[in-house]
DNA sequence: AGTCGGTATGTGAGCATTTACTTGCAAGCG
DNA sequence: CGCTTGCAAGTAAATGCTCACATACCGACT
C-alpha cells in the first residue's frame, strides 16, 4: 500500500501526542514503517506536513459549522448545531480532531484570517442575534468564547482521558443545554 | 542582580511563546542576559526548569480556587468564586497564567493525583450540590469541564490577542453569569 | 579591621548527540 | 522508456548540557 496515508496517519498520532516540535521526523517514520526520506517525496518540510494536517483539520470543522448551523433558524437550534458539528469532527476522526484541538496555538501565525474559523463564524451568528435581539447584548468575541469554550474543555478532557472512552456526541445533550444557557446568560 | 530570577522571567516568555520543546537553552540565556552555563547552575536540565515553572503556576491556581471556593457557601457564590480565583492568578501574573494555560498538555503525565488540581477540585464542588440538591444530576466530570471552559476559551482567545489588552478579570461578571448558567442548565 | 578559605554563582568555549533534510540508486508500473 | 515512489546512508546545523576557570560573597579567626 501507498505509504503517503500510512505517512499522515502517523504523523497525526505523533504530532497528538508530542506536539509538533516534540515529534522527530524518525518517529514518524518509525511508526508508518517508512524510510525517513520518504516522508520528503511528499512533503517538503516536517512543518508543511503538520500545517497540512492542521489545516485539512481546521477546515473540516468549519465547513460543518457553517453547514450545520446554516441549515436552522434561531440561537437554540443554532446552538445545537454548533455541538453537532464539533462532535461530528470528533467522531469521524477524533486523532485529527484533537490534534487540532491540542496543537492550536502552535499554527495562530499560519491562519489567515478569512473568518472561517469557528471562533469568527460563531462570533458572526452571535452579533446577528444580538442585532435581531434574540440575544442580550454583550461583548460577542467573549460570548463566543465561553460558548466554544464549554465544547472545547470538554473535548480537551476526554483527550487527557479524564471521561472514559466514550464519543464526544454522547456528551452533546448535556453540551447543548449548557452552550444555550451560556448564550442567554448575563 | 542575581541572574535566577530573570531566568525564570525570560524561561517563562519563552515557553508561552515557542513551547517548551520549541524553546531552546540558548534563547532563554540570551533573553536573561547570562550564559546557557548560568541556567544549570539552579536547575539540572530544561525540562526540570520547565517542570518548576509550572508547577507553581499549577499550586497557585489551585490554591486561589481551593481558598475562593471555600470561603462561601451555594454555587452561585462558589461559581463566583472560581472566576475569581482564575482571574486574580491571570491579573497578578499574566504571563505565568498563560503559560500554564497553553502547556497544559506538556504535563499531564507529571501530574500527581493528588485531587488538588483545578479541575478535581470543581468537580468535587460539583459532586457535593448534587448531592445536596442544590443542582439538577448529571455528569460531574462534563459539567466540571464546561464550567471551566467557559472561563479557560476565554482566556486562550486573550491569549491569542482577540480580546484586546484588557485583563481577564474585566470580563468577570460576564464569564460569572456563564458559568452559573452553565451549572444550573440541563 | 583585615584576611583567609570555602562555597555559591556566572562564563564561554566546546562536547556528544540528535535533528531535519539530501542524495544516489533501485524497483514498480503504465 | 519515463516517471513516480521508496530506501539507506549520509550531512551540516542545532541542541542540551558539561567543564575548567574566574569572580563575588560571607562567616571565622587573629
Redesign the pocket.
Known amino acids: 500500500?501507498?505509504?503517503?496515508p500510512r505517512i499522515e496517519r502517523a504523523a497525526l498520532e505523533v504530532f497528538a501526542a508530542h506536539g509538533v516540535?516534540g515529534?522527530?521526523?524518525?518517529l514518524i517514520?518509525a511508526r508508518a514503517?517508512?524510510?525517513?526520506?520518504?516522508?520528503?517525496?511528499?512533503w517538503?518540510?516536517?512543518?508543511e506536513l503538520a500545517i497540512g494536517l492542521f489545516m485539512a483539520a481546521h477546515k473540516r470543522l468549519s465547513d460543518l459549522i457553517e453547514a450545520e448551523a446554516g441549515a436552522v433558524h434561531g440561537v437554540e437550534a443554532k446552538a445545537a448545531a454548533l455541538v453537532k458539528a464539533y462532535c461530528t469532527a470528533a467522531d469521524e476522526d477524533w486523532t485529527l480532531f484533537s490534534f487540532h484541538l491540542l496543537q492550536l496555538h502552535h499554527f495562530l501565525p499560519y491562519y489567515q484570517d478569512d473568518g472561517r474559523d469557528p471562533v469568527t463564524l460563531v462570533e458572526t451568528i452571535i452579533k446577528y442575534a444580538m442585532l435581531k435581539m434574540e440575544l442580550p447584548p454583550g461583548d460577542p468575541r467573549v460570548v463566543a468564547a465561553m460558548a466554544i469554550g464549554v465544547i472545547t474543555q470538554t473535548a480537551q478532557n476526554r483527550a487527557y482521558g479524564r471521561l472514559g472512552e466514550d464519543a464526544l456526541s454522547a456528551h452533546a445533550p448535556l453540551m447543548t443545554a449548557a452552550v444555550q444557557a451560556v448564550l442567554m446568560a448575563r
Open positions: 500500500m501507498s505509504a503517503k516540535d515529534a522527530t521526523t524518525k517514520a514503517e517508512v524510510s525517513e526520506g520518504a516522508i520528503y517525496r511528499h517538503k518540510s516536517k512543518d
